[in-house]
């Protein structure tokens, strides 16, 4: 914020003495280049913020307060946790569905978190070529007995 502040300060004084030489520099011949050379350096002093925006460096977590971190921590753990148990549950299912002669071409978890915190899968929703179809409902049977969830076969085509 305080560099916000300062950069509104120092444009403010760049308007200021823009004009005052505006005002002093003659009207015809060097006055309008003259003229042209504050416009310029005016309009860099407005945009240079912009040009440092590239060059912000991430968030330093240490520097929030306590409270911020930890909610930032257990945020990007839920996250992570949700990850790994959305990547486990498709290798399961990629196993599952190999060992029964089907190949798939998309596996989709769907989770959730509960309010107690703790992460459910809602739904696996599985894609599938048409000559896979035939033996889709035995998949998904022994899919739906292996995971406990709800299983959704789609077919692409």
Known sequence: MDSIKAWAAALCVA???????????????????????????????????????????RLDISALPGEVQAELLEERVNQQLMRQVQETVEQLARTVLESSGVEAEKIEVKTDTSEEGSIYIQQVTVTLDKQSKPKAL????????????????????
Request: proline content about 3%; some cysteine.
């Open 15 to 57: 308007a200021i003495v823009c004009a005052m030489l505006q005002m002093l520099a003659p009207k015809e011949g060097t006055g309008k280049i003259f003229k042209l050379i504050l416009s310029a350096f005016f309009l860099c002093c407005l945009i240079m913020p912009l040009l440092n925006a590239g060059s912000l460096t």
């Open 138 to 157: 035995a998949a998904r049977e022994v899919l739906e007995k292996q995971l406990g969830v709800n299983v959704v076969m789609e077919t692409t085509g």
